[in-house]
């Protein structure tokens, strides 16, 4: 307290030079981050604008939006262009899962006539279920089919609320392959049928 007292003006312009120094070391080290962030915050304004552009000004979940719808429609579009068949996955499960003792379970497999991919998916299921021990009767071609699934595959059965047991093992079979289908009374013969048309989700 003496020194100080002894020389306030020295002291002063010391304790000055001291703040002026931290100031100065304080500045030089944030200014380079604020200047950082300052050009992160431009860039992602930029990109936002971007997209806004590019997005006709929708918002984040109207894009979602467009993008799933798009989705959709190409998956539908898949659907109606490629022709339909089973995977060597889903011929394993059919026919693990539809195995039975050999000609004790029958069924009839048809398909529309004028369907172009319907001949060479019959006879994917035709092979698969002959594999789990099935008999294959009837069926073939049909002309002005009046119920249309509209996945393309229907199990025709006696009754939808009362299925006998060929018609359960064939049920949970297609489903164990994840195959696509609809479930529609009116057995094309007395068997349980399996009926393939053009018209696919």
Not at 7 to 32: C, E, H, M
Not at 44 to 67: E, F, H, M, V
Not at 111 to 124: L, S
Not at 132 to 148: F, N
């Amino acid at each position: 307290m003496r020194v100080i007292a002894g020389a306030p003006a020295t002291f002063v312009i010391a304790l000055l030079a001291l703040a002026g120094a931290i100031w100065w070391a304080l500045d030089w080290k944030y200014s380079g981050v604020i200047s950082n962030k300052d050009s992160e915050i431009g860039l992602i304004r930029g990109q936002r604008d971007d997209y806004k552009d590019k997005l006709s000004g929708a918002t984040p979940d109207q894009a979602k939006a467009r993008i799933d719808n798009l989705e959709q429609r190409l998956v539908r579009l898949a659907r109606r262009v490629e022709p339909r068949g089973l995977t060597q996955e889903q011929r394993a499960a059919l026919s693990a899962t539809a195995k039975i003792q050999p000609g004790s379970n029958v069924v009839t497999i048809a398909h529309e006539g004028g369907c172009t991919d319907c001949p060479d998916y019959a006879a994917d299921l035709e092979a698969a279920l002959r594999q789990g021990g099935w008999k294959i009767h009837g069926g073939g071609v049909l002309m002005g089919v009046s119920q249309r699934p509209a996945t393309g595959l229907a199990l025709m059965v006696g009754s939808v609320q009362n299925l006998d047991p060929q018609e359960r093992t064939l049920k949970q079979a297609l489903e164990s392959a994840k195959i696509s289908f609809d479930i529609l009374e009116g057995k094309l013969e007395q068997f349980p049928s399996l009926l393939l048309t053009g018209i696919r989700r």
